[in-house]
């Protein structure tokens, strides 16, 4: 469904936008090492405990969502059952701030009442709780962790193709690579939420690609400094 689709690149984002950042953050630092082995172990060190963290938080909150989804629909189903008055009630609320003429309120209420979906009817439109797939827990885990481990090994790549001595070739690569990361996630990002076309759009792009871009520099500036400073 395109709910599904939406959360599912939701979730993506999420973990994109933390591995963007936080490893490339912390190479960067380790770079004032001067060892590329100590980046390339630290890093990859970093990102598989970073993508297991990621993905079990994204576990967790799905399956908070989904207990939480089956609590209100035990509730409403009983709810049904024992008292239909107070269900034709619930569907008269939900419609009354199209206000409806009065009768015409009354039979949408005696009609959904009679209606077999009126439980789906009043988690979706009195709750406002879609229904939860089965899968949604365990897709929101690798998707999140996914996003994470991808976004965190661009930043590691460089170090992979030069000496061991060679870190200050390898930091700047890395830097040029995430730079261009930085701006093209934020960009997309942004772009997915206000639309692709037009010149406003375009500028709207390019606002969250900066704005990315800046937080991922300061970040890893940031990280830099700090080793540099206790390692002096």
């Given at each position: ?13 999420i ?7 936080v ?34 938080g ?70 406002s ?40 070739l390898?930091l ?61």
């Amino acid at each position: 469904s395109s709910r599904l689709r939406a959360r599912i690149i939701s979730d993506a984002i999420i973990g994109l936008s933390d591995g963007l950042t936080v490893p490339f953050a912390l190479t960067a630092g380790l770079s004032a090492l001067e060892n590329t082995k100590v980046v390339i172990f630290a890093g990859l060190a970093e990102l598989t405990a970073g993508s297991i963290s990621m993905g079990l938080g994204g576990y967790l909150a799905a399956k908070s969502e989904e207990d939480s989804y089956n609590a209100a629909l035990a509730s409403t189903r009983r709810a049904v059952v024992r008292s239909p008055s107070d269900a034709m009630a619930s569907v008269t609320e939900v419609f009354e701030p199209y206000e409806l003429p009065e009768r015409l309120m009354d039979e949408l209420a005696e009609n959904m009442a009679r209606n077999p979906n009126l439980v789906q009817f009043l988690m979706h439109f009195q709750h406002s709780q879609p229904e939860e797939t089965a899968s949604r827990a365990v897709m929101c885990a690798v998707t999140i962790a996914s996003g994470y481990f991808l976004g965190g090994f661009l930043p590691l790549v460089p170090y992979f193709l030069v000496q061991r001595d060679e870190v200050q070739l390898a930091l700047w690569w890395s830097f040029m690579v995430m730079a261009f990361s930085l701006f093209a996630f934020g960009y997309g990002k942004t772009c997915f939420v206000s639309g692709w076309g037009g010149p406003d759009n375009l500028w709207l792009g390019v606002k969250g690609g900066v704005q990315m871009l800046l937080v991922g520099s300061i970040a890893a500036l940031s990280a830099m400094g700090f080793v540099r400073f206790f390692d002096s």
